[in-house]
T-cell receptor, first 117, second 112 residues
Framework: DAGVIQSPRHEVTEMGQEVTLRCKPISGHDYLFWYRQTMMRGLELLIYFNNNVPIDDSGMPEDRFSAKMPNASFSTLKIQPSEPRDSAVYFC???????????????FGNGTRLTVT | AQSVAQPEDQVNVAEGNPLTVKCTYSVSGNPYLFWYVQYPNRGLQFLLKYITGDNLVKGSYGFEAEFNKSQTSFHLKKPSALVSDSALYFCAVRRSQGNLIFGKGTKLSVKP
C-alpha cells in the first residue's frame, strides 16, 4: 500500500499564477478530503468528496479555489489566480466507508508546501 | 457547535518521564474523539480513537488517552517518553456532519 500520494511536494509560484495540486488516494477509499495547514489557522477542511462527488465545499475560502475528482484515483485542487496569503501546506486525505474515522481513520498524504511570492 | 481545544502550544518533557498532552472538547451527544501525530514534513498519522467503552484507550507507539466525560477532556498520555516522540500532536472530534475538526496542535519536545 503506497498510501496517499500528493504532488508536487513543493511549489513556488508568483502571485497571479495558476497552481494545481494533485492527489492519488488509497485504492478502495471512497472518501477524499483536502485540508490546508497554516500556523495561524491550524488545519482547515476545504472540501471533501464521496465516490468522486463533492459533498461539502463550505471550507473553500474563495472562488479562486476549485477542486475536482474525475475518477476514484485522482483529485486536483486548483488556485487561480494565486495570492501570497494562499501560502500553506495542503494535505489530501482519504478514508474507507463508513464515514470518517469511526471504523477507519483518515490517511494523510505528505502534503504540498505552496509558496506564493 | 462542536469544537476541540488544545490549551498548550508546546509541552517539554525529559526522556523517560511521563508525558501528557491535553485536549478538551465540546460536542452535543456522544463524542467521537481522535489523536493524530505529525512528524516534520509528513502528513498526520492516526494514533488512537475513542468511540465508546473503556475510558482508557490504547493506541500506537505506547500512547494511550483517557476520556473524561465530566471534564470533557481526552488527554493523551505515555508512561515513559522517548526522544523520537517529539512531534506535533493533534486532537480531533467528529462533527455531526461526519467530518473531523482538528485542534491547533501541541508541539511535544522530548529532551535526552
Amino acid at each position: 500500500d503506497a498510501g496517499v500520494i500528493q504532488s508536487p511536494r513543493h511549489e513556488v509560484t508568483e502571485m497571479g499564477q495558476e497552481v494545481t495540486l494533485r492527489c492519488k488516494p488509497i485504492s478502495g477509499h471512497d472518501y477524499l478530503f483536502w485540508y490546508r495547514q497554516t500556523m495561524m489557522r491550524g488545519l482547515e477542511l476545504l472540501i471533501y468528496f464521496n465516490n468522486n462527488v463533492p459533498i461539502d465545499d463550505s471550507g473553500m475560502p474563495e472562488d479562486r479555489f476549485s477542486a475536482k475528482m474525475p475518477n476514484a484515483s485522482f483529485s486536483t485542487l486548483k488556485i487561480q489566480p494565486s495570492e501570497p496569503r494562499d501560502s500553506a501546506v495542503y494535505f489530501c486525505a482519504s478514508s474507507l466507508t463508513p464515514f470518517t474515522g469511526l471504523s477507519s481513520p483518515l490517511h494523510f498524504g505528505n502534503g504540498t508546501r505552496l509558496t506564493v511570492t | 457547535a462542536q469544537s476541540v481545544a488544545q490549551p498548550e502550544d508546546q509541552v517539554n518533557v525529559a526522556e523517560g518521564n511521563p508525558l501528557t498532552v491535553k485536549c478538551t472538547y465540546s460536542v452535543s451527544g456522544n463524542p467521537y474523539l481522535f489523536w493524530y501525530v505529525q512528524y516534520p514534513n509528513r502528513g498526520l498519522q492516526f494514533l488512537l480513537k475513542y468511540i465508546t467503552g473503556d475510558n482508557l484507550v490504547k493506541g500506537s507507539y505506547g500512547f494511550e488517552a483517557e476520556f473524561n466525560k465530566s471534564q470533557t477532556s481526552f488527554h493523551l498520555k505515555k508512561p515513559s517518553a522517548l526522544v523520537s516522540d517529539s512531534a506535533l500532536y493533534f486532537c480531533a472530534v467528529r462533527r455531526s456532519q461526519g467530518n473531523l475538526i482538528f485542534g491547533k496542535g501541541t508541539k511535544l519536545s522530548v529532551k535526552p
